[in-house]
T-cell receptor, first 119, second 117 residues
Framework: DTGVSQDPRHKITKRGQNVTFRCDPI?????LYWYRQTLGQGPEFLTY????????KSRLLSDRFSAERPKGSFSTLEIQRTEQGDSAMYLC?????????????????FGSGTRLTVV | AQKVTQAQTEISVVEKEDVTLDCVYE???????LFWYKQPPSGELVFLIR??????QNEISGRYSWNFQKSTSSFNFTITASQVVDSAVYFC??????????????FGKGTHLIIQP
C-alpha cells in the first residue's frame, strides 16, 4: 500500500468550468476526509465519509461542491462553475475507525493534494 | 467551537540551534486529540505525533520533543539541534471525536520554520 493517492496533482481551469478530483485512500481505512488549504493558511475541513456514507459537510462546502464515495473505496470531489476563490490545494486524508474505540481517529494519513488554479 | 492558535507565523534560526514552536488550543470537549504535522515545500502533510487529552506525558523522539500542558491548553514542539532539512511549515491540529461533530481536524495557521545553514 503506497498511502493516500490523489489525482491530478495540479489542475488549471478557466473560471466557470467544472473540475473533478479523485482520492484513493489506504485500503483498510474506512474514513475519508476532504480538506481545502489556501495560501498561508492551515487546511480547513470540508467533509468526511465513513465507508460510503457522507456524514458531515462543513459550511465551506457550497452547493457548487459535491463529494462522493461509491462503494466506500475511492472518493471524488467535484466543483461546478469554478470561481477564482476556489483556487487552493485540496487535500484528502483517510483514517481507520475502530468500533471498539468509537470516535477515535487512528492512523490519520494525508495525500499529497491537488493544487487547483482557476484563471 | 474549536480553535488552534499558532502565534508564530515565521521563525528563522541558524542550523544547530534549538527552536520551539508554540501551539495553544481551545475546546469544550474533555476528550480530544492533538497533532503536529510537517508540510515541506512539496506540499504533503507529514504526520509527526498524536497525543490524547488523557496523556500529559511529554514525549521525545530523536531531536523532536513535545510538551503537553492541559493547564495552559498548550502543546508545544521543540526541535533540538535543528537541521536545514527541518525547514518546513509546521501545523498543530486538534480533533475531538465523539464531541458532537466529525473527527475532522481543526488546524492552526502554521509556523514557517526556516533553518539557515
Amino acid at each position: 500500500d503506497t498511502g493516500v493517492s490523489q489525482d491530478p496533482r495540479h489542475k488549471i481551469t478557466k473560471r466557470g468550468q467544472n473540475v473533478t478530483f479523485r482520492c484513493d485512500p489506504i485500503s483498510e481505512h474506512n474514513r475519508l476526509y476532504w480538506y481545502r488549504q489556501t495560501l498561508g493558511q492551515g487546511p480547513e475541513f470540508l467533509t468526511y465519509f465513513q465507508n460510503e456514507a457522507q456524514l458531515e459537510k462543513s459550511r465551506l462546502l457550497s452547493d457548487r461542491f459535491s463529494a462522493e464515495r461509491p462503494k466506500g473505496s475511492f472518493s471524488t470531489l467535484e466543483i461546478q462553475r469554478t470561481e477564482q476563490g476556489d483556487s487552493a490545494m485540496y487535500l484528502c486524508a483517510s483514517s481507520f475507525l475502530r468500533e471498539k474505540h468509537r470516535g477515535t481517529p487512528y492512523g490519520y494519513t494525508f495525500g499529497s493534494g491537488t493544487r487547483l488554479t482557476v484563471v | 467551537a474549536q480553535k488552534v492558535t499558532q502565534a508564530q507565523t515565521e521563525i528563522s534560526v541558524v542550523e544547530k540551534e534549538d527552536v520551539t514552536l508554540d501551539c495553544v488550543y481551545e475546546t469544550r470537549d474533555t476528550t480530544y486529540y492533538l497533532f503536529w504535522y510537517k508540510q515541506p515545500p512539496s506540499g504533503e502533510l507529514v504526520f509527526l505525533i498524536r497525543r490524547n487529552s488523557f496523556d500529559e506525558q511529554n514525549e521525545i523522539s530523536g531531536r523532536y520533543s513535545w510538551n503537553f500542558q492541559k493547564s495552559t491548553s498548550s502543546f508545544n514542539f521543540t526541535i533540538t539541534a535543528s537541521q536545514v532539512v527541518d525547514s518546513a511549515v509546521y501545523f498543530c491540529a486538534l480533533a475531538s471525536p465523539g464531541g458532537g461533530g466529525a473527527d475532522g481536524l481543526t488546524f492552526g495557521k502554521g509556523t514557517h520554520l526556516i533553518i539557515q545553514p
